[in-house]
């Protein structure tokens, strides 16, 4: 039940109205391998630079995080720096460097080959479609992506649809995806697109799930405060796939309660800056949010019969 | 059972990006009693004018709609007029004229009086005061208002709020009166003002319900195409307190079910301009929609005790 991850790892540089954490360990797939990791074990297939600290190495290992697909090379380690607005939905980006990861070229072990379970992070769609060549015979491969290639490389991400089960991407990138401004419709348009599931991600207000004859929505955990929202929706992803991955099978089921170990997942990690809380999170701790969500929609359901 | 409400009913004219409606039967009352009407018997308090068409009051009549506290004055119906943005989450309100409604004092008869339930729709706190005070002993009481109110009779609303049980406002209402940024904040800050629940409506994105000691979220039910957005607040509070009235009882389990039948009732007013929809709605209709709703948001909970 080994998850294969792709993405970045990389320091992130973060602004928001109430603080600012410098160089702290960030990336797609740093959110996703620390979330996932509480369900199945994870495999990371990224590149970081010569600059790349021990203490972040060592943080990932003593979390049972198979780094041998972590390749090291001279140059520096991908970097961002984004502030946000007030209003956390809102954010810019400063700067962004690849740098090392510009001419990373994914190479997946042995064993590695013939993972299950695949998660594609929001990296360019040649990246996502070189890795998901390199494994066998998956049962469950999931992808994100971003307005940036949806813009920029459209046809490799068209291509790439038909072969990926579960796609995640936030309303504004459905809609322009899709070409369909009602979300509903952009939801459906996408699943002709190939996918067999779509997860729209709509930040503080829950994910929407677009199935072939099914319909599944989820609010936000609601939080009194959110100290920095960057790798919500990666870390969701983590929690989505690696609960995927524990249970082994992809049904209407196993994606609901995926959603929302996901959801919860990334109500943590939005409560300190960069992965702190992710890192230090506990079962218990997720346990606990777990029936907490199911409380907060629980509608006791009790239609009437009544006329 | 019986509900009384008091607000408006009058003449709107909308235009959305997609179509106009002239002169269409509408206000806040209007829409909560043809939602109401399905669940409990209705009386609307409100003042028309002389243009009050008899083809809207045969609407009411034919609903069972008590209208003996509707009185009809000299002069004209109140109108608005307002115009959606492409985001039909914005709207200008290019006219607005509350005619006879502005000299309006509410007179209940005798067994209205001792109605049970009561909803003050969105109507000055002085208004939405005095109907309260005619009634001897509510088992229910809850009210509407908007960012008019906060603004220009804060005092008078700040009275009201523990006088009621249930408070309805929007999210940016929500934070204007409790004057918490945070949204968790600002619906546990109006819940020290008086009320028992607060529910916060964010339009597309569903409800959050505040209570003691839970909270309670549900998203809106996704609609392929909204038509007119106009009342879609009234309708909902129109099936909550339709389905407490009915039900007899203020329990965390009936205001969760009253919230799911509100947002079924307000899927659907939304379908169509002014009233058109509700006026045409049949129970069978609202019971397809109530399975389907928990259909959405069923999160099929199987925690697992791993680890």
Redesign the interface.
């Known amino acids: 039940m080994s998850i294969i991850v792709v993405g970045t790892v990389g320091y992130d540089t973060i602004e928001t109205q109430g603080g600012k954490a410098i160089e702290a360990l960030g990336g797609s797939a740093s959110y996703f391998a620390l979330a996932a990791r509480?369900f199945s074990p994870v495999s990371l297939v990224t590149a970081v630079g010569t600059d790349f600290r021990k203490a972040d190495e060592e943080l990932f290992l003593e979390r049972s995080i198979d780094l041998r697909a972590l390749r090291k090379s001279p140059g520096e380690t991908f970097r961002w720096h984004g502030r946000y607005h007030?209003d956390m939905n809102l954010r810019d980006t400063l700067s962004l460097k690849l740098n090392v990861f510009a001419d990373f070229r994914p190479e997946l072990l042995a064993d590695q080959c013939s993972a299950d379970y695949l998660f594609l992070a929001n990296i360019s769609p040649e990246l996502q479609a070189e890795v998901l060549g390199q494994v066998k015979s998956p049962k469950i491969v999931a992808a994100d992506t971003m307005d940036h290639w949806i813009a920029n490389e459209r046809a490799a991400l068209i291509k790439l649809l038909p072969r990926i089960d579960v796609l995640t991407l936030n309303d504004q990138e459905a809609r322009m995806l899709s070409g369909e401004?009602?979300?509903?419709?952009a939801g459906r348009g996408l699943l002709k697109m190939g996918p067999s599931a779509v997860l729209v991600k709509?930040g503080e207000?829950?994910v929407?799930k677009f199935g072939a004859d099914?319909?599944?929505?989820?609010?936000a955990y609601?939080?009194?405060?959110?100290v920095d929202p960057t790798g919500a929706g990666d870390t969701f992803a983590g929690g989505l796939m690696g609960?995927l991955a524990?249970s082994g099978r992809l049904t209407?089921?196993t994606l609901?309660?995926g959603?929302?170990y996901g959801s919860v997942m990334a109500s943590y990690a939005v409560e300190r800056f960069s992965v702190e809380r992710l890192a230090a999170l506990t079962?218990d701790e997720i346990?606990n949010r777990?029936?907490s969500?199911?409380?907060?929609?629980?509608?006791?359901?009790?239609?009437?019969?009544?006329?």
């Open positions: 509480f007030e401004s009602n979300l509903v419709r709509r207000y829950g929407l099914s319909l599944f929505a989820v609010p609601p939080l009194e405060e959110v609960y524990r209407e089921a609901r309660t959603i929302v079962w346990d777990y029936r969500f199911i409380e907060l929609t629980d509608s006791h359901h009790s239609r009437w019969n009544f006329q």
